[in-house]
C-alpha cells in the first residue's frame, strides 16, 4: 500500500506533493542532481548547494593529493532504502552505493583522473565520463547527502496531513555543508513497520532520460564530429543527388560509430578534453529544456473522475468553524492539483515574525513562467513565497480577515497571497478593500471562492488548458488597475 493508504489521507498523488511510494517496492524514478541544480525552488535550491558542497569538497581533496581523506568521504555513501526510488523490481533492495561498492565509485573516479583533470566537476557529471558509475548509483549518493534535507521535508509533510511520527530514530549520515563532514543525529521520522522513511518532492526526481551518456554522445559527441568530417571532406563524406539535381554531402552516425567513435566513457572524456564547449552546450540545453516530471508519470488516473470527487468533496463541506481543519487539507490538495509544479512543499502554519502570527498554507514558488513568475519578474511583486489563507465561513471575509493576511507581507518573503473562502456575496466591496490595500502598499491579495476553484477544476476536466492563469490575470487586474 502507499503512503497515502497506509494513513488514510483520502488523497491521489495528483494532490500530494510528495512522491506517493508504496514501502514494498521500489517506484522507478530518480533523485537526479543535475535536474535539482536547474529547478529555482529553495528546497531544490538548498540541496543543490549541499551536493555541490559535498562534491567540490572531495574534488579538492583529490586535487591537493589527500586521497585517504577524499575516499574516507565516501565510506559514508551506503544503500538508502529510505526513498523506496530506483530499479527494484520487488522489495527495495537499494541497488545504489554499498560499503563494497562506494569504494568502487571512489577508485572508479580515482582511475579516471576525470577529477585530476578538471573534466568532472559535478556529482552528475560522474555518470557520464566514470566508469560503473549509473544514474541509480548517482540516485543514492545524492540521498544520502541530502538526507538531513529529505527528513526535515518529510517532518513538514507529515505535519501537514497529520501522519504521525516516531520519536527519537537514527537519521543516518548526511552531509554538513557548513562544516564540511558526515553527521547523524537522533530525530522524528516517519516509520511504516520499523522501517524510517523519507518522503521526496516530486518536483525534485526525474526519470534521469536526458542528462546522460547515451544523450551526450548521440546528440553533441557525434553531431560534432559529423560537421568536422564534412568540413574536412574526409573518406566518411558521402554524396546524393537531390530530386532538382543538386548534391547533398552528408555523414551517418553509424559510419562514425563503426569506423572511428564506438560509444564508450573513455572515448567521452577524451572528446571532452578536447572539446569542451560541446560538454558546455549539452549542461545548457539540457539545462533549459528538463521538464518537472509530471502527476500522470506517477499515478495513471481518470482526471474527470478526480474532479468530481474535488468538486463534490467542496460542495458538501459544511461551512464552519468545526470544519475548519477538513476544509484547509481540501483546499491543499485542490491548489497542489492545479497549480503544480509552479506552486509546490506545501506547508501548514507556518510560524513567523518570532511565532507572533501564523499562516494557514505556505506554497514555494517555482514558477518558470506564467502568473507567479510575473509577479516577481514583470510585475515586481515580492513573491518566492506564495501565502494562503483559508476560511471555511459561511459569511463574506471582511477587513480583519484582509488585515490578517496582509500583515504576514514582507519584503524578503512575500507580499502576494490568496485568501480562499467560500463565497463572497458582495465581491465589489472585498475587490475595493483589496484594492486599497494596493495602493497603500503594493501588496497583492487575489480572493478564491468556491466559485471560482469549482470553475477551475471543470475547465480542467474539460481539457481546457491552463485556464486557471486566464482566472488569477483577471483578478490581478481588477485588483490593481481599478
Given at each position: ?67 585517504d581523506k577524499a575516499r574516507a568521504l565516501f565510506v559514508h555513501l551506503n544503500e538508502p532504502n529510505e526513498t523506496c526510488l530506483g530499479m527494484s523490481r520487488s522489495k527495495p533492495q537499494g541497488r545504489g552505493a554499498g560499503d563494497d561498492d562506494s ?77 564540511k563532514r558526515w553527521e547523524n543525529m537522533h530525530t522524528d521520522r516517519l516509520v511504516v513497520k520499523n522501517k524510517p522513511l523519507l518522503l521526496v518532492p516530486k518536483i525534485a526526481v526525474s526519470f534521469h532520460k536526458e542528462y546522460i551518456d547515451q ?79 509530471g502527476n500522470d508519470d506517477l499515478e495513471d488516473i481518470d482526471i474527470g473522475v478526480l474532479v468530481d470527487y474535488l468538486i463534490s468533496s467542496l460542495n458538501s463541506l459544511v461551512a464552519g468553524g468545526e470544519n475548519a481543519s477538513t476544509y484547509h ?154
Open positions: 500500500m502507499k503512503i497515502s493508504q497506509i494513513h488514510k489521507l483520502n488523497k491521489t498523488q495528483h494532490e500530494l506533493d510528495f512522491v506517493d511510494i508504496d514501502p514494498s517496492k521500489d517506484k522507478a524514478v530518480f533523485l537526479d542532481p543535475f535536474f535539482i541544480s536547474t529547478r529555482p525552488q529553495p528546497w531544490c535550491v538548498d540541496s543543490s548547494r549541499t551536493i555541490k558542497s559535498f562534491f567540490q569538497y572531495a574534488i579538492d581533496l583529490i586535487k591537493s593529493d589527500e586521497v569504494r568502487r565509485i571512489f577508485e572508479s573516479i580515482l582511475e579516471s583522473r576525470a577529477v585530476q583533470t578538471g573534466l568532472v566537476e559535478d556529482l552528475e557529471d560522474t555518470a557520464i565520463f566514470i566508469d560503473r558509475i549509473a544514474r541509480d548509483k548517482v540516485s543514492d549518493m545524492t540521498t544520502n547527502i541530502i538526507k538531513k534535507h529529505l527528513i526535515d521535508y518529510t517532518k513538514s509533510q507529515c505535519e501537514l496531513w497529520d501522519i504521525p511520527l516516531t520519536n527519537d530514530v537514527p537519521s543516518g549520515f548526511f552531509w554538513d555543508s557548513i562544516n544523450k551526450y554522445y548521440q546528440h553533441f559527441a557525434l553531431n560534432y564530429l559529423q560537421g568536422e568530417h564534412l568540413a574536412k571532406n574526409s573518406g566518411l563524406v558521402r554524396e546524393r543527388t537531390l530530386k532538382d539535381g543538386s548534391k547533398h554531402r552528408y555523414v551517418t552516425k553509424k559510419d562514425i560509430k563503426e569506423k572511428e567513435a564506438p560509444f564508450s566513457k573513455e572515448f567521452l572524456r577524451e572528446f571532452t578534453k578536447n572539446h569542451p564547449e560541446v560538454f558546455k552546450n549539452f549542461r545548457k540545453e539540457k539545462a533549459q529544456s528538463v521538464q518537472p516530471i487539507k481540501l483546499i491543499i490538495g485542490i491548489l497542489e492539483f492545479i497549480f503544480y509544479p509552479s506552486l509546490n512543499n506545501p506547508v501548514k502554519e507556518k510560524e513567523i515574525n518570532d511565532g507572533r502570527k501564523r499562516i494557514d498554507i505556505t506554497f514555494d514558488n517555482s514558477a518558470n513562467g506564467g502568473f507567479f513568475h510575473t509577479l516577481h519578474n514583470v510585475h515586481q511583486i515580492t513573491s518566492r513565497y506564495i501565502f494562503v489563507e483559508c476560511k471555511n465561513y459561511s459569511e463574506d471575509p471582511k477587513n480583519p480577515e484582509i488585515d490578517q493576511l496582509a500583515g504576514r507581507f514582507s519584503v524578503n518573503t512575500s507580499k502576494f497571497g490568496f485568501l480562499v473562502c467560500r463565497t463572497i456575496s458582495d465581491k465589489n466591496l472585498f475587490l475595493k478593500r483589496c484594492q486599497d490595500l494596493w495602493k497603500q502598499k503594493n501588496e497583492l491579495i487575489i480572493p478564491l471562492t468556491d466559485q471560482e476553484i469549482i470553475a477551475v477544476l471543470k475547465n480542467i476536466k474539460a481539457g481546457q488548458v491552463r485556464t486557471e492563469e486566464q482566472l488569477l490575470n483577471d483578478l490581478r487586474r481588477k485588483v490593481i488597475l481599478s
